[in-house]
Structure formats: C-alpha cells, structure tokens
T-cell receptor, first 113, second 112 residues
C-alpha cells in the first residue's frame, strides 16, 4: 500500500492550459503539503493544510490553488500554466508535530512547453 | 530567517570509502532535524531524524548523523559507501511551524 500517492507521475502540457495534480495519503496524518523542486533540485514549500484548513501559503502565485476535500486528500490546481512552472511537485504528509517526520509522495514531473 | 546550509554541492568518493555530508542550520532554537535521500527520478526517502535525546542517531542503510548544538550542525556519515548510495542527499529542519525547510542538497557520486 502506497502511503502518499500522487497522480499523474508525469504531466506535459502547453502554456496557458489549466491542470491538476492529485494527492492522497492513507497514513491518517493531519497535515499535508505541496513542495516544488526546481531544476537545481531545490525544494521549497508551497502550501500546507491541517485537517482541511490552509496553514501555510508561501508567496505562491495565485494561479496555484490547493484544495483539500478531506484530510486525506490535497490537490493542486494550476491555472494558465507558464514555462517557469516546469518542475517536480511533491506532496507530503505528517502528523501534528514535526518529530514524527514527513512522508513524501514520488512526485509529479510537470513540463510546460 | 530559518535556513539550512549544505556547503558541499557535489561529493565524489570511491566505493568502500567513508563519507561525511555536512549540514548547518541557523536560528537559535533546536529544531527537528532530518536527512532525506533522493535517487534519480525518485521521491524523497527519510534516512534518519533527530528531535531529542542521544545526539548520535542511527538511520537506515547504515547511515548515522550527529547533532552538535555548539556547531549548529547535523552531519551525515557512513563508514563504507556502496555504489547504490549514489544519490542526492538533503538535510532539512522543522520547528513548531510544521514547515520543513530543506538545504540545497549534496549530490553524491560513487566510483568503483
């Protein structure tokens, strides 16, 4: 059983399109996150949700809109895709406090052409 | 501002040699500390973590890390590297904000 699963694994799309990435965790964790890994491998948090409530929004363009229908799911919708959005997007989850660690999904490689 | 520094962008070692990857964090409070590994095209796998207690922590795959408060460091070590250890290694810290802050990563290359 995959703990944190993301779909799709690869996404190639044209500039200007709108796309979504889905994430689900079956660990019973309360908090979920989206991270972006750029071409230089740098990982930066975008959003975090705790039990469906937005907790962290790290100066991400408002073209990016996370949605959490329940605490096991956190989806990322991106409007009007730009070339600079090309990256690997990782979903992660954790319990309420950091000492339990964070579990990451396998990533979604988004390529905007 | 909270930050994590991994001074070595790229390290090359021979198989069987020992390894130490450096990590320093800023900020006064003791954070929760993590090391993750990312193999090419893969996700992030937790190697080990520290949040209190014994400052030398053991992880998976034969890795260990030592927390040194006086140096604000959490260096990762392995006594004998295997070719399969070639990957990108990330040090990360978290405080009570639940936000995991990553270093820039160290790419490990292993020669036979």
């Amino acid at each position: 059983d995959t703990a944190v699963s993301q779909t799709p694994k690869y996404l190639v799309t044209q500039m200007g399109n709108d796309k979504s990435i889905k994430c689900e965790q079956n660990l019973g964790h309360d908090t979920m996150y989206w991270y972006k890994q750029d071409s230089k491998k740098f990982l930066k948090i975008m959003f975090s949700y705790n039990n469906k409530e937005l907790i962290i929004n790290e100066t991400v363009p408002n073209r990016f809109s996370p949605k959490s229908p329940d605490k096991a799911h956190l989806n990322l919708h991106i409007n009007s895709l730009e070339l600079g959005d090309s990256a690997v997007y990782f979903c992660a989850s954790s319990r309420a406090t950091p000492n339990y660690g964070y579990t990451f999904g396998s990533g979604t490689r988004l390529t905007v052409v | 501002a909270q930050s994590v520094t991994q001074p070595d962008i790229h390290i090359t070692v021979s198989e069987g040699a020992s390894l130490e990857l450096r990590c320093n964090y800023s900020y006064g409070a003791t954070p929760y500390l993590f090391w993750y590994v990312q193999s090419p095209g893969q996700g992030l796998q937790l190697l080990l973590k520290y949040f209190s207690g014994d400052t030398l922590v053991q992880g998976i795959k034969g890795f260990e890390a030592e927390f040194k408060r006086s140096q604000s460091s959490f260096n990762l070590r392995k006594p004998s590297v295997h070719w399969s250890d070639a990957a990108e290694y990330f040090c990360a810290v978290a405080y009570n904000t639940d936000k995991l802050i990553f270093g820039t990563g160290t790419r490990l290359q292993v020669f036979p």
